[in-house]
T-cell receptor, first 109, second 113 residues
Framework: GQNIDQPTEMTATEGAIVQINCTYQ??????LFWYQQHAGEAPTFLSY????GLEEKGRFSSFLSRSKGYSYLLLKELQMKDSASYLC??????????FGAGTTVTVRA | IAGITQAPTSQILAAGRRMTLRCTQD?????MYWYRQDLGLGLRLIHY???????GKGEVPDGYSVSRANTDDFPLTLASAVPSQTSVYFC????????????FGPGTRLTVL
């Protein structure tokens, strides 16, 4: 099975940077995903890491260390529209995803 | 249709009733999934199907059944609904390649009284 931990809530100011950490213990690893979910909506894909290191996509970056069972999502130049839940998910060898409970990020003016 | 759709959008159901949640995708993805999302617990996998004609159990399959008669449709059935099945249900689909992500439908909000 999978055990995935991430903080419940984070608050940051518009224009700032926020880092959301995710730690995992898995019986199999075939990639780590980050999703964004606005209230009342479906999750949408943000990033994918399968090798160690940093993946950058505009204002969002994701980092993975497989040996430490650790990832983070970095949100830069925060905007009000970034207020959402961010879900860390680990994929196993059968292409099934296990999700953390999600981190709710609130961006304040 | 573009992407993945679910029906109904929301439903209130009496305990003991049978209910089928519908999911259809037009992306010709091999794999489809059903999740439930509850506050504080995140998304939990109920059932999945890696290809038409096959299904598998996820983390919380009890009380639910699925079928995959063709590539596009993946209905989820609650044979006899109970209040603990009150949740938001999301259907998702994906290819099975290394970088393929899952795409989620808009969700069905189900309340069992």
């Amino acid at each position: 099975g999978q055990n995935i931990d991430q903080p419940t809530e984070m608050t940051a100011t518009e224009g700032a940077i926020v880092q959301i950490n995710c730690t995992y213990q898995t019986s199999g690893f075939n990639g780590l995903f980050w999703y964004q979910q606005h209230a009342g909506e479906a999750p949408t894909f943000l990033s994918y890491n399968v090798l160690d290191g940093l993946e950058e996509k505009g204002r969002f970056s994701s980092f993975l260390s497989r040996s430490k069972g650790y990832s983070y999502l970095l949100l830069k130049e925060l905007q009000m529209k970034d207020s959402a839940s961010y879900l860390c998910a680990v994929r196993d060898g059968d292409y099934k995803l296990s999700f953390g409970a999600g981190t709710t990020v609130t961006v304040r003016a | 249709i573009a992407g993945i759709t679910q029906a109904p959008t929301s439903q209130i159901l009496a305990a003991g009733r049978r209910m089928t949640l519908r999911c259809t995708q037009d992306m010709r993805h091999n794999a489809m999934y059903w999740y439930r999302q509850d506050l504080g617990l995140g998304l939990r996998l109920i059932h999945y199907s890696n290809t038409a004609g096959t299904t598998g159990k996820g983390e919380v399959p009890d009380g639910y059944s699925v079928s995959r008669a063709n590539t596009d449709d993946f209905p989820l059935t609650l044979a006899s609904a109970v209040p603990s099945q009150t949740s938001v249900y999301f259907c998702a689909s994906s290819e099975l390649g290394a970088e393929d992500t899952q795409y989620f439908g808009p969700g069905t909000r189900l309340t069992v009284l």
